[in-house]
């Protein structure tokens, strides 16, 4: 019976192991990385993946599938303090090609005390320019929040935790990103010569090495030249509904710093087709 009862702890404790060796599987298994990624656990026993960005590299991770619509979700905590001139990434894109297709969230750093800038894009066969950004209402320092694409054959949604921020929409003359399969990219990187006042304030290298920890990731999601997963009507026909267009007003209306579609200077000869449509 003693050494019976000695066992019990030991099998509960391996179980745990292995608890936490299932928990690691969404960032090797999925994804290949680049530059320093570091992998530990929060007090939950999720798996946090950390990107770093100094003078010498930055960071990142793929995914090893490529996707045709789904939705696409993660965890995010982004550098403390000064983080000026840096860019942290989720994003989709089908690759490097002139004709590429791609849709990003990028948080492009700040200075201290400054609002971190979330600039949304969408780019169909080459043809990008189609920003929104937004000034972050909250630290998205001091704690994890939760970053979503939407993609689906009518329509590209952008969320910030319960938050629709964004909507663009397809028309049938129109580009729109829908026969490309993209794989899923997180990346942190200098963007010194573009992120922070167009360029104006670079990374303060005393700073280094700048963090930002990933979380909670989550794909629903068509795998390019496989089934789409049950449910997934959920996204695949997913629009928003007068309460998700209510919070897209909302946060035009408090924290768009940058809209395409009043930027008669990038565009001299007619803003694009789309910003004269409802």
Known sequence: MARRSLLLPLLALLAA?????????????????????????????????????????????NSKEQYLFGEFSIQMKLIPGNSAGTVSCFYLTSGDADDHDEIDMEFMGNSSGQPVVLNTNVWASGDGKKEHQFDLWFDPSADYH?????????????KVDDNVIRCFKRYADLAYPNSKPMALHATLWDGSYWATEKGKVPI????????????????DACVA???????????????????????????ESNYLRYDYCT??????????AECSRS
Do not use: H
């Open 204 to 219: 303060d290298w005393s700073g280094a090495p700048f963090v930002v920890s990933y979380k909670g990731y989550n794909a």
């Open 17 to 61: 192991m292995a608890a936490v060796a299932s928990a690691d599987s969404w960032l090797y298994d999925k994804f290949n990385t680049d530059g320093t990624v570091r992998t530990d656990y929060d007090t939950s026993g999720q798996q946090v993946a950390t990107l770093n960005l100094d003078r010498s590299s930055g960071a990142g991770f």
């Open 146 to 158: 939760t970053y979503t694409i939407i993609w689906n054959p009518t329509n590209i949604i952008f």
């Open 225 to 251: 030249g496989g089934a789409c997963p049950a449910g997934s009507d959920r996204w695949m026909n997913k629009q928003p509904d007068s309460a998700e267009w209510g919070t897209v007003k909302w946060a």
């Open 263 to 272: 930027d008669g200077w990038r565009f001299p000869n007619g803003l694009p």
